[in-house]
């Protein structure tokens, strides 16, 4: 998979990484390498909750159309 991560610095000089497409995706680092492989770890938990909650009880579920 894929994916374009944003990544900025903070005012303390922390890289600080983002995944657009995951809503609250985020992650830092001290250097450009370490945010790399913390947002791949938060991409993978994110993921794996996201995965969970798609098994919910479907006669609960509502349906809109926007």
Same mark, same amino acid.
């Given at each position: 998979?894929? @994916? $374009? *991560?944003? *990544?900025?610095?903070?005012?303390?000089? $922390?890289?600080? &990484?983002?995944?657009? &497409?995951?809503?609250?995706?985020?992650?830092?680092?001290? #250097?450009?390498?370490?945010? @790399?492989? %913390? *947002?791949?770890?938060?991409?993978?938990?994110? @993921?794996?909750?996201?995965? !969970?909650? &798609? !098994?919910? %009880?479907? #006669?609960? &579920?509502?349906?809109?159309?926007?």
């Amino acid at each position: 998979m894929k @994916l $374009y *991560i944003k *990544i900025e610095r903070d005012e303390k000089g $922390y890289f600080v &990484a983002e995944v657009p &497409a995951f809503p609250g995706c985020v992650s830092q680092g001290k #250097t450009r390498r370490e945010v @790399l492989e %913390n *947002i791949k770890e938060a991409i993978e938990g994110w @993921l794996e909750v996201m995965e !969970h909650k &798609a !098994h919910f %009880n479907r #006669t609960k &579920a509502v349906e809109v159309t926007v």
